[in-house]
């Protein structure tokens, strides 16, 4: 049996006058494999993004992220995972490589290390010509390039990955992909990610969940959620867009709150 | 390398390529000699002292050095870049604790600049170089205090310019605080209160050439608590 390498137990989250963000979710992500976290807008998704990569806390239940206690600011939490948040901008007044350079000394790395991660990544990711230039002057797409160039620097065991390709044209997003998916394939790098591009999910992810109201609401492969729900709307085999929008129909519609406690997939669909 | 000195590299090489940085040397320098020269008429005393010379940078470095502690936070708030910052494993005290060393060092550096002052007027009279030493290591010790309270403002900011103002108001407050009790004609422990919190009247003595280690504390605490509170800003704002 794999290894456990995100673990959370009964996670809640309030915010101030708003509604419960979480409310008791319960996730295993296993060592080695893609992961897709799916969900519409407000189902809690940035937020359970941002406790596991600690940078919120959470009202009650337990994270573990590669076996440590997890908890919002965890040092040796943060040495293991690399960050890419949708949101995150970088020093707009330094150059690309520089950057890159940096975050390789804040990781402990000496200057010739972080000199030749920084050259590695700057190749891997297409980034020759940006290299020089300030972060202030790239384009989108090149700077989601620069925000996983960064979070890759220090070789995480575990990478989490915010609408990674949002903004990135279909050229970029495949040497993206490319890049990733070698992480994954021959460093076992774990890859968390968030998107909207279900074609992505359907594509790259080996495991998915898909979370709504707060909590977990399928939990499997997404071969398996493409015939469980795309079925019901397509004559045909359908796909995971397809089984998605009628996923959500469903959970508009007919949902209980009974039937939202219990994970769509059982309980067996909680663990991959 | 610690990620300490790793920041503070790149924040003391920050502050060397943008304005504020020269702005407060060109103003710090330019005012304390106009002040000594000028307005104190130094050769027309004929003292051999530097005393009128410091006793003015209280009220200087309130007005100067929020300019070079505004950007700490309200700048990184202002594009988005703390978050990055946020996802490293540094923990928030040691940004803090870097980022304060890169202001000293720019302080520093500059105060290094200002000894043209003694150096070109030692020739005129017998200066005493112990107190000159020690004018200059309270003159370190109060732009450590208000740099600290620079920082925690701007962590509390959404703008560098609201914590320009904001931290230039609370110095000039702080720094004219031990002048209450004879404006206000208070008198017994509330008085003495008063005179204790201004950061002014601990400054004095280092101006009179006493080295106590009760001022030295005084800032040396000043500078912990302001930079804490910084540090707890930052960890409020971070984990919302």
């Known amino acids: 049996m794999k290894e456990t390498i995100i673990e959370v137990r009964s996670l809640e989250r309030t915010y101030r006058k708003g509604p419960k963000a979480l409310d008791g979710v319960d996730l295993d992500v296993e060592r080695g494999v893609r992961f897709a976290l799916l969900g519409p807008n407000g189902a809690g998704k940035s937020t359970l993004t941002r406790i596991l990569c600690t940078l919120s806390k959470a009202d009650a239940g337990a994270v573990r992220i590669c076996g440590i206690p997890s908890s919002a600011g965890s040092v040796a939490v943060r040495s293991r995972i690399g960050v890419a948040l949708q949101a995150v901008q970088t020093d707009p007044g330094a150059t690309v490589r520089d950057q890159l350079r940096f975050q390789g000394r804040l990781f402990g790395m000496d200057a010739r290390a972080a000199r030749e991660r920084a050259e590695d990544l700057i190749e891997r990711f297409d980034l020759g010509e940006a290299a020089g230039r300030k972060a202030g002057d790239l384009s989108g797409g090149t700077k989601r390039r620069l925000h996983v160039a960064l979070a890759l620097v220090h070789g995480p065991e575990l990478l989490f990955l915010d609408e990674p390709t949002a903004g990135m044209d279909p050229e970029v997003r495949a040497l993206f992909w490319g890049e990733i998916l070698r992480r994954n394939r021959e460093e076992g790098t774990t890859i968390f990610f968030t998107t909207q591009y279900l074609e992505e999910a359907e594509r790259h992810a080996e495991s998915l969940a898909v979370i709504h109201g707060g909590r977990i609401a399928y939990r499997g492969t997404p071969s398996d959620f493409t015939a469980r729900y795309a079925g019901a709307v397509s004559d045909g085999p359908g796909d995971l867009e397809s089984g998605y929008l009628a996923f959500l129909e469903t959970r508009r519609g007919t949902a209980s709150p009974e039937d939202r406690s219990v994970p769509a997939g059982g309980k067996e669909a909680v663990r991959a | ?240």
């Open chain 2, 1 to 240: 390398m610690s990620p300490i000195l790793a920041v503070f590299r790149r924040e003391f090489r920050s502050h060397l390529n943008t304005v504020p940085a020269y702005l407060f040397a060109a103003f710090f320098l330019s005012v304390s000699a106009a002040w000594l020269f000028l307005a104190r008429g130094f050769f027309v005393r004929g003292e051999a002292s530097l005393r009128s010379y410091f006793e003015v940078l209280p009220a200087l470095l309130a007005v100067l050095l929020p300019a070079l502690t505004m950007r700490s936070w309200a700048e990184e708030r202002r594009t988005g870049t703390y978050e990055l910052l946020a996802t490293l494993p540094v923990r928030p005290g040691e940004l803090v604790a870097a980022k304060h060393l890169a202001v000293l060092g720019v302080v520093g550096s500059v105060l290094v600049l200002s000894l043209s002052v003694p150096l070109s007027v030692l020739r005129f009279g017998a200066f005493d170089v112990g107190v000159l030493v020690t004018e200059y290591i309270g003159t370190l010790a109060l732009a450590s205090a208000c740099a600290a309270l620079g920082q925690w403002v701007s962590a509390r900011s959404r703008t560098p310019a609201g914590a320009y103002l904001g931290t230039s108001a609370l110095l000039l407050a702080l720094s004219a605080i031990h002048r209450l009790p004879a404006v206000l004609g208070l008198s017994g422990i509330a008085a003495r209160g008063l005179v204790w919190l201004s950061p002014a009247s601990h400054f004095e003595s280092f101006v009179r050439g006493v080295l106590d280690s009760r001022d030295l504390a005084y800032f040396a605490i000043l500078t912990a608590g302001f930079l804490y509170l910084a540090a707890k800003a930052l960890v409020r704002e971070a984990w919302r």
